[in-house]
């Protein structure tokens, strides 16, 4: 027995190190937790649990979503990840300027409220192309990416 404690407790050390993620883990169902949840649109930035907030004008005016976890695609936030009939965008939220438009191609700012990861805005589907990164505790003005931005993700350097 005494020789599969050890084994037993790395096991348990393995399993919580593979928990420690960003904002939220990007396993399972994401595409629903950034499209459904309570912390994407009916919580303020500040309240949010996501970490991630992109606005539709500069200097953090406008409509803005929190958002939780990473982005393939802002035009097509998949719930459940499997295709579905149409396309599923995500769109601002929180009134103002840009309320309810997509946000893909739209925003101009972020916030990225993580105390570890970049938050990274990129010009193309699928993390590609060029990027704007904002620093954990921080916030910009997009500028490679401003009103073309179309993922987005959670980034160590």
Same mark, same amino acid.
Not at 9 to 35: K, R
């Given at each position: 027995?005494?020789?599969?404690?050890?084994?037993?407790?790395?096991? @348990? @050390?393995?399993? *919580?190190? &593979?928990?420690?993620?960003?904002?939220?883990? /990007?396993? &399972?169902?994401?595409?629903?937790? #950034?499209?459904?949840?309570?912390?994407?649109? =009916?919580?303020?930035?500040?309240?949010?649990? +996501?970490?991630?907030?992109?606005?539709?004008?500069? #200097?953090?005016?406008?409509?803005?979503?929190?958002?939780?976890?990473? @982005?393939?695609?802002?035009? /097509?936030?998949?719930?459940? &990840?499997?295709?579905?009939?149409?396309?599923?965008?995500?769109? +601002?939220?929180?009134?103002?300027?840009? $309320? *309810?438009?997509?946000?893909?191609?739209?925003?101009?700012?972020?916030?990225?409220?993580?105390?570890?990861? +970049?938050?990274?805005?990129?010009?193309?589907? *699928?993390?590609?192309?060029?990027? =704007?990164?904002?620093?954990?505790?921080?916030?910009?003005?997009?500028? @490679?990416?401003?009103?073309? $931005?179309?993922? +987005?993700?959670?980034?160590?350097?």
């Amino acid at each position: 027995m005494r020789s599969k404690i050890p084994a037993i407790a790395a096991a @348990v @050390v393995a399993l *919580g190190l &593979g928990m420690a993620t960003p904002a939220h883990a /990007d396993s &399972g169902n994401t595409g629903f937790e #950034n499209q459904m949840s309570p912390e994407a649109c =009916d919580k303020s930035q500040s309240a949010s649990l +996501f970490k991630y907030a992109i606005y539709y004008n500069s #200097n953090y005016g406008g409509a803005y979503r929190n958002v939780g976890y990473s @982005v393939w695609n802002f035009a /097509d936030e998949r719930i459940g &990840g499997a295709p579905q009939g149409g396309t599923q965008p995500l769109k +601002f939220c929180h009134g103002g300027n840009g $309320n *309810g438009q997509g946000i893909k191609n739209n925003a101009a700012s972020v916030k990225n409220k993580h105390t570890t990861y +970049f938050a990274v805005t990129y010009y193309n589907s *699928g993390y590609k192309g060029s990027a =704007d990164w904002t620093s954990p505790r921080s916030q910009n003005n997009l500028s @490679v990416t401003k009103n073309e $931005n179309a993922s +987005f993700a959670w980034q160590t350097l």
